[in-house]
């Protein structure tokens, strides 16, 4: 009988969330912390090769402060191709670094801002040999 009543209910409540509503459903309640990156750049060289994140560092800038990410820090920095970093809705200014190559500089650099946060902004970064 316990197992009769309860399907009834979940089948009521699923009858009631048929997903038509006009109302704007509200940002969900954060319940575990999760860093979005302000920033992500995607490293290539100038022919459109993409470049490994071995000897690359990102340092950005915002008004927080300054961060620096290490390329060689990841185990696998053969395998990754770009770096992350940055938070908050804000202006970044960012400079990319990499062993071989002419240095890039990007500055006021945000983040894409939605209805109830912020996304990654990509930037393919295309780097000159020294």
């Given at each position: 009988m316990k197992k009769v009543l309860s399907l009834a209910f979940?089948?009521?409540?699923?009858?009631?969330?048929?997903?038509?509503?006009?109302?704007?459903?509200?940002?969900?309640?954060?319940?575990?912390?999760?860093?979005?990156?302000?920033?992500?750049?995607?490293?290539f060289d100038i022919n459109e090769q993409?470049?490994?994140?071995?000897?690359?560092?990102?340092?950005?800038?915002?008004?927080?402060?300054?961060?620096?990410?290490?390329?060689?820090?990841?185990?696998?920095?053969?395998?990754?191709?770009?770096?992350?970093?940055g938070f908050n809705l804000e202006e970044h200014d960012f400079l990319i670094e990499k062993a071989g190559f002419v240095n890039q500089e990007f500055s006021n650099i945000s983040p894409i801002e939605t209805r109830c946060a912020y996304e990654t902004i990509e930037i393919d970064v295309f780097l000159e040999a020294n």
């Open positions: 979940i089948s009521l409540t699923l009858v009631g969330c048929n997903g038509n509503s006009d109302d704007e459903q509200p940002c969900g309640e954060i319940t575990l912390p999760v860093i979005v990156p302000a920033i992500r750049v995607n490293l993409a470049l490994n994140a071995c000897d690359a560092i990102l340092t950005i800038t915002n008004s927080s402060g300054t961060e620096v990410v290490y390329g060689s820090a990841f185990n696998n920095c053969e395998e990754e191709f770009s770096l992350d970093g």
